[in-house]
Nanobody
Framework: QLQLAESGGGLVQPGGSLRLSCAAS????????IGWFRQAPGKEREGVSC????????NYADSVKGRFTISRDNAKNVVYLQMNSLKPEDTAVYYC???????????????????WGQGTQVTVSS
């Protein structure tokens, strides 16, 4: 059974950093583009960052450019989201998602994905 599991969320002060991990089981990430999405209370889900199968193409929401970095280690079957200079408005549940055929632009901008993880809470507060 294909599953995605996020980890690394938590409570952090403004200006701090967190690294989220998305681990796959039941399938090999090599064949999937991966995206990170988030949903804050009362807001729609938004694409944060997406990465192509090879890792050569990435996409970032304007709100996180220069602060977040997506990367993947296909040998370990894991995708990461390094989040620096966190702000209170980054508070949300973060989800990873996978799709075998979408472009990173289609994934991130239209949330077109086939598989979703369960999410991990990120809270930025002093």
């Amino acid at each position: 059974q294909l599953q995605l599991a996020e980890s690394g969320g938590g409570l952090v002060q403004p200006g701090g950093s967190l690294r989220l991990s998305c681990a796959a089981s039941g399938f090999t990430l090599d064949y999937y583009a991966i995206g990170w999405f988030r949903q804050a209370p009362g807001k729609e889900r938004e694409g944060v960052s997406c990465i192509s199968r090879s890792g050569g193409i990435t996409n970032y929401a304007d709100s996180v450019k220069g602060r977040f970095t997506i990367s993947r280690d296909n040998a370990k079957n894991v995708v990461y989201l390094q989040m620096n200079s966190l702000k209170p408005e980054d508070t949300a549940v973060y989800y990873c998602a996978a799709d075998p055929s979408r472009t990173v632009q289609a994934m991130c901008r239209l949330s077109l994905v086939s598989y979703w993880g369960q999410g991990t809470q990120v809270t930025v507060s002093s």
